[in-house]
């Protein structure tokens, strides 16, 4: 996992106390998280129990300190997540699934993106470019997806697409 660093997050002033008391309980979350998974961690629920007294009495900096250790501990801890080309970070979406857990099928990227090349197709040939060859480049793409090649589908995907951007671009301005 991707190690923190120690230094204030917002810039050079420290860090006030709601922000601190969200960060504690955010790491008391985990803490709890890992407790019942059965890997419960007594030198770190001490250390945390230090970092909330610290903020109780006011000396910000030595908890966010403290908070700042459990946290990175906690995150060289957990596993790697899986990387996704095209990651799950859209605004309100729930993917259904944990994370690290494989995309299902009906998100699978490339499989989409072929989905979506097929009417950009159609598109393009109610437009009146020509497109067979194309089509046919894209049926070879989703016989390769469906044999467990999704780089080289995509490869080909990726031709078909940059070669109708060529016809689209090279056909002639119509005005309306």
Request: net charge neutral.
């Given at each position: 996992m991707r190690r923190r660093n120690p230094t204030p997050r917002a810039g050079s002033s420290a860090s006030d106390l709601d922000e601190l008391t969200g960060f504690l309980e955010g790491v008391r979350y985990r803490l709890s998280e890992r407790r019942r998974e059965g890997g419960a961690l007594p030198d770190l629920e001490q250390k945390l129990a230090s970092a909330q007294e610290a903020l109780a009495s006011g000396r910000l900096e030595a908890a966010e300190r403290v908070l700042l250790e459990v946290s990175e501990h906690l995150d060289r801890d957990e596993p790697e997540p899986e990387?996704?080309?095209?990651?799950?970070?859209?605004?309100?979406?729930?993917?259904?699934?944990?994370?690290?857990?494989?995309?299902p099928e009906d998100e699978e990227p490339v499989a989409n993106r072929l989905t979506l090349m097929e009417r950009l197709l159609t598109v393009a040939a109610a437009e009146g470019v020509a497109v067979v060859d194309l089509r046919a480049l894209l049926v070879a793409a989703r016989a390769e997806y469906l044999r467990g090649d999704r780089r080289h589908a995509k490869v080909l995907g990726e031709k078909v697409l940059t070669e109708l951007d060529l016809r689209r671009a090279a056909r002639p301005r119509t005005e309306s």
């Open positions: 990387l996704n080309e095209f990651p799950r970070g859209l605004v309100r979406y729930d993917a259904g699934v944990d994370r690290g857990v494989p995309t």
